[in-house]
């Protein structure tokens, strides 16, 4: 009887065959032929899980229970985020975030349950999203192209606090959320993936993009 050989399982991010794949083929101009050339650097950045928490915003049991395990309150404002540390938790709606953390998503989802009291529900996204972080001087001319949404008008906010927005990223939906170092993140899902890095290789030519997978 032959024995049954114990096979490595490698997991694919979602850009992962977009890894530094360019607008411009590598050595047909030596302008961009180097990372910091680049006028947009798309990098697709790994987390532990993404968590979609709904919830009563307004029982302060349950959003003293969700600071506690997450170290960081969940945001109330329409169109902010909080973060601490790896932990970004991004305000969708009135009672509905989405979380991002270096953390094993079936402990913290436990961890959660445990502390809250009532009804809440979370629900484990991060096979079906990847986040994505957008670099460069080019990124305002990107962002400008991919949406009618103002980023402009966003200033900065308070340690610790950001600003997103759900919305239509080129014909996909993005959540966009802005960083301290002048970057933006996008949180995609991993059906639109292709089609995104597609889209911003094309959209960048002008400055050039480069993607990085995770």
Not at 66 to 85: D, K
Request: glycine share 12%; with cysteine; hydrophobic share 40%.
């Amino acid at each position: 009887m032959s024995k049954l050989r114990a096979e490595t399982v490698t997991s694919e991010s979602p850009l992962h065959y977009f890894s530094k794949i360019s607008s411009h083929s590598e050595g047909s101009s030596q302008l961009f032929n180097g990372d910091l050339e680049f006028g947009v650097v798309a990098k697709e950045i790994g987390l532990g899980c993404q968590l979609n928490l709904r919830g009563d915003a307004s029982d302060e049991h349950f959003l003293a229970g969700a600071e506690v395990v997450l170290g960081v309150a969940l945001p109330t404002v329409p169109g902010t985020y909080h973060y601490s540390g790896d932990t970004v938790v991004y305000w969708l709606g009135p009672n509905e975030w989405v979380i991002t953390s270096a953390t094993d998503a079936l402990g913290l989802e436990a961890s959660l349950r445990l502390e809250i009291e009532g009804h809440i529900a979370i629900v484990d996204v991060s096979g079906g999203q990847t986040l994505v972080n957008l670099r460069g001087y080019g990124v305002p001319t990107i962002l400008k192209k991919a949406s009618g949404y103002d980023f402009g008008i966003w200033t900065g906010g308070p340690p610790g606090a950001g600003r997103c927005v759900q919305t239509t990223f080129a014909k996909a939906t993005a959540i966009v959320a802005n960083r301290t170092n002048g970057s933006f993140d996008l949180i995609i899902r991993r059906s639109f993936s292709d089609y995104v890095a597609q889209w911003l290789l094309d959209a960048g030519q002008e400055v050039g993009c480069r993607i990085e997978s995770s």
